[in-house]
């Protein structure tokens, strides 16, 4: 698809959309269009369309772009198509598994796609949560801090889940951070899973006190990286791989290699991607995040 004229209906997936606005300045320092930003998703949808399918998709909206104000919306707003999937009774969360649907999004100003950890069975008002599929530990950079201690802690990370059976997936935030996934079996409660990461996060805040923190309280974070084990509680949201973020610049949630990780721990360069970037290793190297859509 093209997204050429400030204003075009586009027949995608077979449903009809009014595209509006297209000429709107999302990313004023760069420039970047909400036609840009439309097309990125177009392009992007093989490869982010498997980790939203079956999960409640929250959104954070910038409706006049990200030098403006932005809100977060859970409940589908008025006027959404009969077309689109949705599970849950209060609030009612859309699901997003089609172009159609991405799309109709994206043209909502949805930069930011945020999931759970869990799927939906089902949909409607009948749709039941299930057992969270994968597990994730964000690695927010305190103060003084950023992403190359973020991977040194990373690679201690990884080798504690390795010790339990678990592979992991880095991806950087497309934020400040960087985040770790493992496939989960699906045998255990959100709850369970929170308990065992937070547990993780003490057990390596022990070990290494002078990196790492796994309290919340900001004045703990300066010169430290704190594990945030809380983004696997049931009700929490976290930022979607491939999904735009709402900065100065179009930087996105892009799954890494543990080369990477490796190289940017012992001070290589290692930076947040922008949405050229991953198109780029798309293209080249597949769907590093294939592995965690289980």
């Known amino acids: 698809m093209a997204f050429e004229a400030p204003k075009v209906t586009v027949e995608v997936d077979g449903r009809r959309l009014r595209l509006s606005s297209l000429e709107k300045v999302m990313y004023p320092r760069t420039g970047t269009t ?3 930003v439309i097309d990125y998703y177009a392009r992007v949808a093989p490869v982010i369309l ?4 079956d999960r409640a998709v929250t959104r954070i909206r910038f409706p006049h772009g990200v030098a403006d104000m932005q809100f977060f919306e859970k409940n589908l707003p008025a006027g959404t198509p009969a077309w689109i999937r949705r599970a849950g009774r209060d609030p009612v969360f859309p699901l997003i598994d089609d172009l159609a649907g991405l799309t109709y999004f994206a043209n909502l100003n949805s930069l930011e796609l945020h999931v759970p950890q869990w799927r939906f069975e089902g ?3 009948d749709a039941e949560p299930q057992h969270p599929d994968r597990l994730v530990i964000d690695l927010d950079p305190g103060p003084g801090t950023g992403l190359h201690e973020c991977a040194r802690v990373a690679l201690i990370v990884r080798e504690r889940l390795r010790g339990i059976g ?3 997936l880095p991806v950087t935030s497309g934020s400040k951070g960087l985040q770790l996934y493992a496939v989960l079996p699906g045998l255990h409660t959100s709850d369970q ?9 003490q057990e390596l805040t022990k ?5 790492v923190v796994w309290k919340m309280a900001k004045e703990l974070r300066p010169g430290k990286i704190f594990l945030d084990w809380s983004q696997n509680v049931a009700a929490k949201t976290t930022v979607c791989p491939y999904s735009l973020r709402g900065r100065e610049r179009p930087t996105v949630a892009a799954p890494r290699s543990w080369d990477e990780i490796e190289s940017g721990a012992r001070g290589g360069e290692l930076v947040q991607l922008t949405t050229d970037e991953v198109l780029d290793r798309v293209e080249r190297d597949g769907d590093l995040a294939e592995a965690i859509t289980a």
């Open 193 to 201: 899973i929170r308990d065992t990461v937070q547990q993780l996060a």
């Open 50 to 53: 498997p980790h939203l399918r």
């Open 34 to 36: 909400k036609a840009q």
């Open 207 to 211: 070990a290494h006190p002078d990196l």
């Open 166 to 168: 678990l592979d992991t």
């Open 123 to 125: 949909e409607g008002r």
